[in-house]
């Protein structure tokens, strides 16, 4: 039988010794899919990270956190992690979609996906990693497929990473396990920058989203997962 076992790798195996693009779903999916990637790659060869949707819509039911609000607040916790991974402001782009609506905007994936490209090029990045199409959010799978569009755009390499297919359904595929425990510090440093979804912020929406502890513990202390993708 032949093993389905990751191979290990380390984070310069991973960028080869190039810049590279993280695109996150939303704020906080850089650090659980790939903070410890960044957090090497800020230290080295460099990186850049783009955030596709604003994060408005975690804590739906809340008075106190209108989107608008919400949406600025998570913009501010995402620059605190990418700080704590080792990145400037400089380092991230905030896209702005609608959350949770990526997925409908279908007919502007090109239009989005050319948006990035110019950030990639002028950056030198043709290495990218994106979130797996194997997650069960609809904005996960967008940014999988808009990934796509840009590394056939750039004639470049494309590598995904899970989170809800890692945690809900354990179907991940992965080729690579990349040994995190150097960067787990800052790995969890950046994961508690987002504290709007960890039930430190936003108290008036008990059916708003909150990372389940054991959901903290496994994405800070496991080693990350990534598969190469062909676009």
């Not at 596709?52 to 209108?66: E, I, K, N, V």
């Not at 989005?112 to 799978?141: L, M, N, P, T, Y």
Request: glycine letters at 6%; aromatic letters at 8%.
């Amino acid at each position: 039988m032949v093993s389905t076992r990751p191979k290990s790798v380390t984070a310069s195996d991973l960028t080869a010794g190039d810049r590279i693009l993280a695109l996150a779903p939303h704020p906080d999916d850089e650090t659980l899919g790939c903070g410890a990637l960044l957090a090497a790659a800020f230290a080295t060869t460099g990186a850049h990270v783009i955030c596709m949707t604003d994060g408005a819509r975690s804590h739906p039911q809340s008075r106190d956190w209108p989107p608008a609000r919400l949406a600025d607040l998570r913009a501010a916790e995402m620059r605190e992690a990418i700080s704590h991974l080792g990145g400037t402001a400089e380092a991230l782009t905030m896209l702005g979609e609608p959350d949770g609506q990526l997925n409908m905007q279908y007919e502007r994936y090109e239009e989005i996906a050319q948006r990035i490209v110019e950030i990639a090029r002028q950056k030198g990045i043709r290495r990218v990693f994106a979130s797996s199409a194997s997650d069960a959010h609809h904005d996960h799978k967008a940014t999988a497929s808009i990934a796509r569009i840009v590394v056939r755009q750039l004639s470049g390499t494309l590598f995904s990473y899970p989170v809800w297919s890692r945690w809900d359904e354990g179907s991940f595929d992965a080729d690579y396990a990349l040994n995190s425990s150097p960067y787990r510090a800052q790995k969890a440093r950046a994961l508690f920058a987002h504290r709007s979804q960890l039930g430190k912020v936003v108290h008036d929406d008990p059916g708003g989203f909150v990372m389940p502890e054991r959901f903290v513990e496994m994405f800070v202390n496991e080693d990350e997962l990534y598969r190469e993708v062909n676009p």
